[in-house]
């Protein structure tokens, strides 16, 4: 047995643009086709290989995002883990995570920093961000925390923790002593 060659198969160039059109298509309008598709040869080529070319991008940017969407994932859930982490009692003999609230919140606020940096067009960046703000306030950094908030109602005033952003954002007025602020905040929450 000889194996098959089939690009050593010599076609002649106008059997191979003698192509069927389909029926449904009548004979008057399939000599205007072929007519125009003589006329627009260059063209049509053209026209398929952008559409090459775009058909492989969208693969290559759908690929890419959900390798972005996978990594953000991964850190939302470690510093998710850390953020609702409850610390054993000293004396319970169970291994500690962290050591202390700070050292939590510390490391927490880290893991969404990290996809509000490295990851801004993910899905988790909006809430990370907003957690972002949480952990600074419970660190006691509160004008951090206020400027978390802000950027937070900033870019995503439309998002379903704006409400708790705002009232974030009061809290964080009120520890700062700007009291006529966070009252006009905490009455916009109310509205």
Known sequence: LKPIKPFLVKRPVEKALNFKLPSWINRVNQDKLRQLFEQNKAG???????????????????????????????????????????????????????????????????????????????????????????????????????????????RYPRHYLAAQAILGKADSLEQLGRHQEALEAYRKVMT
Do not use: W
Not at 121 to 140: D, Q
């Open 44 to 154: 049509v080529a053209a026209g398929g290989v952008i559409l090459g070319v775009v058909l492989i991008f969208m693969v290559l940017y759908m690929r890419h995002q959900s390798t972005v969407e996978e990594k953000a994932s991964s850190f939302f859930r470690e510093g998710q883990g850390i953020y609702t982490y409850r610390i054993p009692a000293a004396d319970s003999g169970v291994n500690q995570i962290v050591a202390s609230d700070e050292e939590k919140y510390s490391k927490a606020g880290q893991y969404f920093q990290q996809i509000v940096e490295n990851f801004p067009g993910s899905r988790y960046a909006p809430v990370s961000l907003f957690y972002i703000g949480n952990c600074r306030f419970r660190l006691r950094q509160y004008a951090a925390a206020l400027e978390s908030f802000d950027q937070f109602l900033g």
